[in-house]
C-alpha cells in the first residue's frame, strides 16, 4: 500500500474510532446522574414488543404509515406493524449490514459491510449494486430513485426499479468522517445532502449543486479537531431544516434558497428533532436543550441525565423522548425539560432515536430489541 493511501486508511481508522467514541459519550467516563423519582405524570405503556438481532452499525428506524423497517448486524431485515408490533415480512439476507435502513413503504435498502447497495421489495431482492466505498448513512428511496451517501463524499443516485446509475458527484472535502449517519433527505424538488460541515441542496436529476450552506467553520490545528460533518437525524418544518455539526453547532436552513437562518455553538453527537416552534437536541454531557426555531434562541435546558448516553430525541405529543444507554425511555415535558414518566425496556443501551408509527413509540436497543409504547 502506498504511502498516501496507508495515511488515508489510518485516518479512517481513526474516524471510526471517534464515531464510536461519539456514541458511546462520555457516560463510559463520568457517574451518570442519577435517575429522580418517577413522577408518572404522562400515561404510558407497553403495547408491544419484539426482537431482531444485535445492532451494531448507525441505525435509522424507517417509518411510512404504520409500517416500520429495521435491521440488525447479522444481516436480519423485518418490516412491523407499528400499531400492533406484527411482523409483515422478515428475510435474512446472509450478510453483515453496514448502514440502514432506506424505505419508501413499497422498497427497501440496505448497505452491506462488502459494499453493496441492496434494495427488496416485499422481502425479496430487487436487486444489487457494488457502491465506491463504504458508507454510514442508510439510503434515501425517493422518486423512484435510490439515493447513497459514501465515506468518500461521494452521492450517487441508481433507478429504483432496476438499479441502474443515474448520477454520480463527488467533491473533497476533509481527511477523517465520522462512523455515524449524516444527512441525505428530500425537500421538494431538492436532495439535502450533508457534506463535511455543509448542507448542500442538489438536483435530483443530474446531481449538479443548487445552494451550499456551511453549518460550521472547521477549525483547529489537525484533522481530528477540524472534524464536523453535519450529522442526522435532523428536524425539518416544511422548507426549513435544522441539523447539527459534530461537537461544534447547531443550525437551520432554508432548503428553499440554502441560506442560514441562524446557527448557534452546540456541543453534541447525536441528531435533532423538533415541531413548528422549538427545535431539540442533546449535547455530548447528556444536556437536553430546546432551541426557538424561529431565531435559535435557546428556550430552556434539562440537566436530569447528566452523563446518561442518550439516544436523539423525538418530540411527541406535548413531550420529548429520549433513551439511555441503560435502557430507559424518558418522557421530558415539551415546555420546561421537566420528568413526565420513564418506562424501562432490555437493559441494553437505546440506538437511533425513537420514532412513531400511527401513534405508537417505537423504541429499539442495542440488543435487537424492539418495543412499541401508547400513551393512555
Known amino acids: 500500500m502506498s504511502p498516501v493511501r496507508l495515511a488515508r486508511a489510518s485516518l479512517l481508522l481513526l474516524a471510526l474510532a471517534l ?74 439476507i446472509g450478510e453483515f449490514i453496514g448502514a440502514g435502513v432506506g424505505s419508501d413503504g413499497r422498497l427497501v435498502a440496505v448497505l452491506t459491510r462488502q459494499n453493496e447497495l441492496l434494495v427488496l421489495e416485499n ?49 473533497p472535502g476533509e481527511a477523517l468522517v465520522l462512523r455515524q449517519a449524516g444527512v441525505l433527505l428530500a425537500v421538494g424538488d431538492t436532495l439535502v445532502v450533508g457534506l463535511g460541515s455543509r448542507l448542500v441542496g442538489m438536483n435530483p ?29 435532523v428536524s425539518r418544518d416544511r422548507e426549513v431544516v435544522c441539523a447539527r455539526a459534530f461537537q461544534a453547532a447547531v443550525a437551520c436552513v432554508n432548503a428553499s434558497r440554502g441560506n442560514v437562518l441562524w446557527t448557534k455553538p452546540a456541543s453534541g453527537s447525536v441528531g435533532l428533532h423538533g415541531d413548528d416552534r422549538l427545535v431539540f437536541g442533546v449535547e455530548s454531557d447528556g444536556r437536553v436543550m430546546a432551541w426557538q426555531r424561529a431565531d435559535g434562541q435557546l428556550a430552556w435546558t434539562s440537566d436530569l441525565l447528566r452523563y446518561r448516553g442518550l439516544s436523539a430525541p423525538l418530540a411527541v405529543g406535548r413531550s420529548v423522548v429520549v433513551g439511555d444507554a441503560s435502557g430507559q425511555v424518558h418522557w421530558l415535558s415539551r415546555d420546561d425539560g421537566a420528568l413526565l414518566n420513564r418506562m424501562a425496556t432490555d437493559g441494553s443501551a437505546i440506538v437511533s432515536g425513537p420514532v412513531l408509527a400511527d401513534g405508537t413509540l417505537v423504541i429499539v436497543t442495542r440488543q435487537g430489541g424492539i418495543f412499541g409504547f401508547k400513551l393512555e
Open 19 to 92: 464515531g464510536l467514541v461519539a456514541c458511546s459519550g462520555p457516560s463510559n467516563l463520568i457517574k451518570p446522574a442519577e435517575l429522580a423519582p418517577n413522577p408518572a405524570l404522562l400515561g404510558v405503556r407497553l403495547a408491544w414488543s419484539a426482537k431482531v438481532g444485535p445492532i451494531d452499525f448507525p441505525l435509522d428506524v424507517r417509518v411510512n404509515g404504520n409500517m416500520v423497517a429495521i435491521a440488525s448486524s447479522n444481516g436480519l431485515l423485518s418490516v412491523l406493524d407499528g400499531r400492533t408490533g406484527t411482523e409483515v415480512w422478515r428475510v435474512e
Open 123 to 171: 422481502g425479496r431482492e430487487l436487486w444489487r449494486q457494488k457502491t465506491t466505498a463504504q458508507g454510514f448513512t442508510p439510503p434515501l428511496i425517493a422518486g423512484g430513485r435510490v439515493f447513497h451517501l459514501a465515506a468518500d463524499r461521494s452521492v450517487t443516485a441508481f433507478d429504483a426499479s432496476s438499479g441502474r446509475r443515474l448520477w454520480s458527484q463527488q467533491r
Open 205 to 233: 436529476g443530474n446531481g449538479s449543486a443548487r445552494w451550499e450552506a456551511s453549518i460550521a467553520t472547521p477549525r483547529g490545528t489537525n484533522d481530528v479537531e477540524r472534524l464536523v460533518d453535519v450529522i442526522g437525524r
